[in-house]
DNA sequence: TTTTCTTTTCCTGGTT
DNA sequence: AAACCAGGAAAAGAAA
């Protein structure tokens, strides 16, 4: 994954292996058509790619959403004039929250094609579901993982914007009379999207933190992980090692819970440089000391660590554990030694994806 | 299925 | 004393 691992570069792949090169085109001329509507600023240049194009549709403006729209139109040769232009005055956020009813009542027979388009785009992402998942989590325990020792409290971009974040007004359905009603309260996600907002959901992706009952007692009870927890009390010291987390029988009842496609491991140097190189998503938890250098330091360590924790679905993530994994990195040139300062790294020459050039180019 | 790689977990001991 | 650093050892689990 060398130089295109940072986030949103990440996603242009998936959405890349998704869409053919030749069905990236935006159908220009649809979109002038479609431009009626005051608010609706389309982009102004005609690219390759789209302006959706390798970004997260959680992120997407208004301009970009319309644009994912024409082009759906096109792609089905549906006929735009059944359309409500007016009612797609929406955001990316607000998309992503739109159930296949609602967007079948704007879009008419199209609104499942983009229902699924969408949500294709999403689920595919694995390896950004971590920032969903966060962005997601209203209550979540964001309190515990950004009340870090010596912290001021403050929460974290990563878990404010979206619960709070208010939902543009959208035209009323037809025959509803009203505002999308969901839009304005539980924001409604299909389940494995990776965007589930219910503790409850089947493939909810989201952290240990909050462990459903299934796994409250796999970790409490019978089986071979209790055993091991904090060490084979019966028997005096724990064997070495990394203990088995759990039975063959356990683990294939969890596996019912999980999607089918496992999700390909981000590296954790990868995860720590997308932190900092995404200053949104990274209030206080890390910062460059040397950004030319790739100086970085540790602010909150163990914030740090839980969501690493959370991303791998380990809820005994502390900075204890990231540090020394980190200290792999060393013999690997991945990381750099900075000697004599607490919780500094230094990216090596076998990392990437780091430098401002590299950066820049992407975009 | 086997091998390899990347963590994860635990540990001892040292430093700030 | 607490937090952090260093690195050995062993194992899990994912990827090749």
Same mark, same amino acid.
């Given at each position: 994954?060398?130089?295109?691992?940072?986030?949103?570069?990440?996603?242009?792949?998936?959405?890349? @292996?998704?869409?053919?090169? &030749?069905?990236?085109?935006?159908?220009?001329?649809?979109?002038?058509?479609?431009?009626?509507?005051?608010?609706?600023?389309?982009?102004?240049?005609?690219?390759?790619?789209?302006?959706?194009?390798?970004?997260?549709?959680?992120?997407?403006?208004? @301009?970009?959403?319309?644009?994912?729209?024409?082009?759906?139109?096109?792609?089905?040769?549906?006929?735009?004039?059944?359309?409500?232009?007016?009612?797609?005055?929406?955001?990316?956020?607000?998309?992503?929250? /739109?159930?296949?009813?609602?967007?079948?009542?704007?879009?008419?027979?199209?609104?499942?094609?983009?229902?699924?388009?969408?949500?294709?785009?999403?689920?595919?992402?694995?390896?950004?579901?971590?920032?969903?998942?966060?962005?997601?989590?209203?209550?979540?325990?964001?309190?515990?993982?950004?009340?870090?020792?010596?912290?001021?409290?403050?929460?974290?971009?990563?878990?404010?914007? /979206?619960?709070?974040?208010?939902?543009? /007004?959208? /035209?009323?359905?037809?025959?509803?009379?009203?505002?999308?009603?969901?839009?304005?309260?539980?924001?409604?996600?299909?389940?494995?999207?990776?965007?589930?907002?219910?503790?409850?959901?089947?493939?909810?992706?989201?952290?240990?933190?909050?462990?459903?009952?299934?796994?409250?007692?796999?970790?409490?009870?019978?089986?071979?992980?209790?055993?091991?927890?904090?060490?084979?009390?019966?028997?005096?010291?724990?064997?070495?090692?990394?203990?088995?987390?759990?039975?063959?029988?356990?683990?294939?009842?969890?596996?019912?819970?999980?999607?089918?496609?496992?999700?390909?491991?981000?590296?954790?140097?990868?995860?720590?440089?997308?932190?900092?190189?995404?200053?949104?998503?990274?209030?206080?938890?890390?910062?460059?000391?040397?950004?030319?250098?790739?100086?970085?330091?540790?602010?909150?360590?163990?914030?740090?660590?839980?969501?690493?924790?959370?991303?791998?679905?380990?809820?005994?993530?502390?900075? &204890?554990?990231?540090?020394? @994994?980190?200290?792999?990195?060393?013999?690997?040139?991945?990381?750099?030694?900075?000697?004599?300062?607490?919780?500094?790294?230094?990216?090596?020459?076998?990392?990437?994806?780091?430098?401002?050039?590299?950066?820049?180019?992407?975009?």
């Amino acid at each position: 994954m060398a130089g295109s691992c940072e986030i949103s570069n990440i996603f242009s792949n998936y959405i890349s @292996a998704m869409y053919q090169p &030749e069905e990236a085109q935006p159908p220009v001329e649809l979109l002038a058509h479609m431009g009626k509507d005051d608010n609706l600023t389309l982009p102004a240049e005609t690219t390759e790619k789209p302006a959706w194009f390798g970004e997260l549709p959680y992120f997407w403006s208004k @301009a970009q959403v319309l644009e994912w729209i024409s082009y759906h139109v096109e792609k089905n040769k549906y006929d735009a004039s059944a359309i409500n232009f007016s009612c797609c005055n929406m955001d990316g956020y607000t998309l992503c929250h /739109c159930t296949p009813e609602q967007l079948r009542l704007i879009f008419g027979p199209l609104g499942d094609e983009l229902y699924a388009r969408l949500h294709e785009i999403v689920s595919v992402s694995d390896e950004l579901s971590w920032i969903i998942d966060l962005l997601e989590k209203e209550d979540m325990s964001s309190q515990e993982i950004f009340l870090d020792s010596g912290a001021s409290g403050k929460r974290s971009a990563l878990a404010t914007p /979206c619960p709070s974040r208010p939902l543009p /007004c959208i /035209c009323p359905l037809p025959g509803a009379g009203s505002p999308f009603p969901a839009l304005s309260s539980t924001p409604l996600c299909p389940p494995g999207t990776g965007m589930s907002h219910s503790p409850n959901s089947q493939d909810s992706g989201g952290s240990d933190i909050d462990p459903d009952p299934t796994e409250v007692k796999l970790f409490s009870s019978d089986g071979d992980f209790a055993d091991y927890d904090k060490g084979d009390v019966k028997h005096g010291k724990r064997k070495r090692g990394r203990p088995r987390k759990f039975s063959k029988e356990n683990r294939d009842c969890l596996e019912t819970k999980k999607s089918k496609h496992s999700p390909r491991g981000t590296h954790l140097w990868e995860f720590i440089r997308d932190i900092l190189l995404h200053p949104e998503l990274n209030e206080g938890l890390m910062k460059w000391e040397d950004r030319r250098e790739g100086v970085f330091k540790f602010l909150r360590s163990e914030a740090v660590a839980q969501l690493w924790g959370q991303k791998k679905k380990n809820s005994s993530m502390t900075y &204890e554990k990231l540090s020394r @994994a980190m200290r792999y990195y060393y013999k690997r040139e991945i990381l750099e030694r900075v000697d004599g300062r607490r919780l500094v790294y230094k990216f090596g020459k076998n990392s990437s994806g780091w430098k401002e050039e590299e950066v820049l180019n992407r975009k």
